[in-house]
């Protein structure tokens, strides 16, 4: 199977997998498979993620760097389901309290 990009995840069904820089741009598959991930990941963060964190307003812009977005981490911190890579989240890390959505953390 083919996965768009420059690294290939390590599978544990014993499925190889390689690599193809923009992939997406060139095999249709590869370009429907993308399609089909970025409307379920949105729908995710409508649905699901928005009812555990409205504050956050994921129901609007699903988790991208609006301004809005940047204002409510500034404002209430990064939320477990913030990815601690990206750059507002760097220098915030989980300041909310986790009690108010009761998840357990490690």
Do not use: W
């Not at 190889?16 to 249709?28: A, N």
């Not at 089909?36 to 409508?46: E, F, Q, S, Y």
């Amino acid at each position: 199977s083919i996965v768009d990009g420059k690294k290939s995840p390590k599978l544990t069904n014993g499925v190889s997998c390689r690599p193809f820089v923009k992939g997406d741009s060139i095999v249709y598959t590869v370009a429907l498979a993308s399609i089909i991930a970025k409307v379920t990941r949105d729908k995710i963060m409508c649905d699901d993620i928005h009812s555990r964190y409205p504050q956050y307003g994921f129901d609007s812009h699903y988790g991208y760097s609006t301004k809005e977005h940047i204002e409510a981490i500034h404002k209430y911190g990064a939320s477990p389901v913030h990815r601690m890579s990206c750059k507002p989240t760097k220098k915030r890390p989980y300041e909310v309290d986790c009690k108010l959505y009761d998840r357990t953390f490690y």
